[in-house]
């Protein structure tokens, strides 16, 4: 029986650059599961969850193709804390088992990352191997969500502020990204973290 892979979570808040760190694992050979774009598939349309989110915010979140229109719901969750734990109940639950049914898929690779900005407060952070969290400074957040994102400098500020602080996420870290500066600095010490997390073990 071969190697397991080491199982890597990576997370941080929004705009931090979860994405970015998780493609330059993509290319170091990792299989990267991202949560976000599972969240997409498990609400569509005909799905459990879909169903579920329906009968707790109403048809006004649909789009006209009957889909949910995430900037509906987000406009909701974002400014109501106890409808966005209504909603994580509702989507946590099949967003996990789709991880856990990818992960066993793809026995071969040196590493799996799973890509998560709820990782720690899902729970799924204690089956990970190790903890990544990709880190930036405030007003950096708010000027990637303006300027990439279209958002309005409030509707920046109410999304960051209503995640748990990134404090709260390096206090479980096992490596920190800071990718504040520019994607070099941060391709140097994901390419840091990989010898010491992933080649290390693979050699051991």
């Given amino acids: 029986m071969g190697k397991q892979p080491i199982l890597i979570g990576l997370t941080g808040n ?8 998780a493609r330059m694992l ?3 050979g990792a299989y990267v599961i991202d949560a976000d774009a599972i969240a997409h598939e498990v609400i569509r349309k005909g799905t459990p969850a879909y169903e579920a989110i329906l009968r707790r915010f109403g048809e006004g979140i649909l789009g006209l193709d009957e889909e949910i229109d995430r900037r509906r719901l987000g406009a909701i969750v974002f400014r109501d804390p106890n409808a966005l734990r ?13 991880i856990r049914q990818r992960i066993h898929a793809h026995p071969e690779a040196p590493a799996i990352v799973v890509e998560a900005i709820k990782l720690i407060e899902s729970g799924f952070a204690e089956a990970c191997d190790t903890i990544w969290v990709v880190t930036c400074p405030e007003p950096e957040q708010i000027r990637r969500l303006m300027v ?9 500020r109410v999304r960051i502020q209503i995640q748990s602080s ?38 051991s």
């Fill in 166 to 203: 990134q404090a709260e996420k390096i206090r479980h870290a096992d490596v920190i990204i800071d990718n504040s500066g520019d994607l070099e600095a941060t391709r140097r010490q994901v390419e840091q973290a990989w010898r010491a997390q992933v080649e290390r073990d693979g050699a």
């Fill in 148 to 156: 990439e994102r279209g958002l309005p400098e409030e509707e920046a």
């Fill in 86 to 98: 209504d909603l994580e109940a509702i989507v946590h639950p099949a967003v996990l088992m789709e």
């Fill in 14 to 21: 929004i705009a931090c650059g979860k994405s970015t760190v």
């Fill in 26 to 28: 993509a290319e170091k």
